[in-house]
């Protein structure tokens, strides 16, 4: 059983990144083909977020656009995890240096600020 996360439209701005990977993650395990992913993400999200996404979707099926799983992620990545935000923690990934930080201090941190980087690593 994979336990999905709900999204509530979290003020934390990383919460939005981490929910789209985990979901991504179940969708893979799955083998969840991408005509069931909106369904599956949309039934996911509650309070604002679930709120959020009914304007958005109206607007966007008035324009005639294409409303699937690439179009959500997209807009929802612009709403809840802003580009803006996303190259600040690149630019801090970038300098990131040990200093007087433990090891384990320094790896988690590297860790955690590698999932910004737009480049990617090769793990070792």
Known sequence: KC??????G???LEV?????RELEKIFTVLGCPLERRLAYVV?????EAEHWWRGTY????ARGVIVDWECFRTVFMEKYFPERVRHAK???FM?????GMTVSEYAMKF?????FYSHGIAEA
């Open 10 to 12: 979290d003020v934390d």
């Open 111 to 115: 860790k955690h600020l590698a999932h």
């Open 90 to 92: 690149e630019a801090e």
């Open 58 to 61: 109206q607007m966007l099926a």
């Open 16 to 20: 939005a990144g981490r929910w789209i």
């Open 95 to 99: 300098r990131l240096h040990q200093g």
């Open 43 to 47: 039934y996911m999200l509650v309070g």
């Open 3 to 8: 336990n999905p996360p709900q999204f509530a």
